[in-house]
Structures are given as C-alpha cells and as structure tokens.
C-alpha cells in the first residue's frame, strides 16, 4: 500500500505546482531528493528516493 493516500498525493502534485521556492527550497528545480524532502515535511511520511520515482511514474 502507498504512504501517501490517493488525496494525500493530490495534495502533493498542487503543492508541487507551487514551485521549489515557494516550499522553502533553494532551488527552482524539483528534484526526487527534494520531493521526497516536502512529503517528509508536509506529511510526516517518509519515502525513499526510488519510492517517489515510483510513485510518481
């Protein structure tokens, strides 16, 4: 089963939408590391790297 909910990872593609810098981030480009970064915070949800990949393909 995923961690993230089906409305949980809704959640997450707008708060992607939003932008890197918008989420505290350095960078203007989202990267895996930096995903998984925003659902451990956000959520309080962790996930490995290959996780996010996954779920997100």
């Known amino acids: 089963m995923p961690v993230l909910s089906d409305d949980l990872f809704a959640v997450l593609e707008r708060e992607l939408l939003e932008g890197p810098v918008a989420h505290g ?3 203007q480009t989202w990267t895996l590391s930096w995903i998984k ?3 451990g915070r956000r959520f309080h949800k962790s ?3 290959q ?4 779920r997100l393909c």
């Open 25 to 27: 981030l350095p960078d």
């Open 37 to 39: 970064t925003l659902i």
């Open 47 to 49: 996930y490995t790297v």
């Open 51 to 54: 996780g996010v990949a996954a």
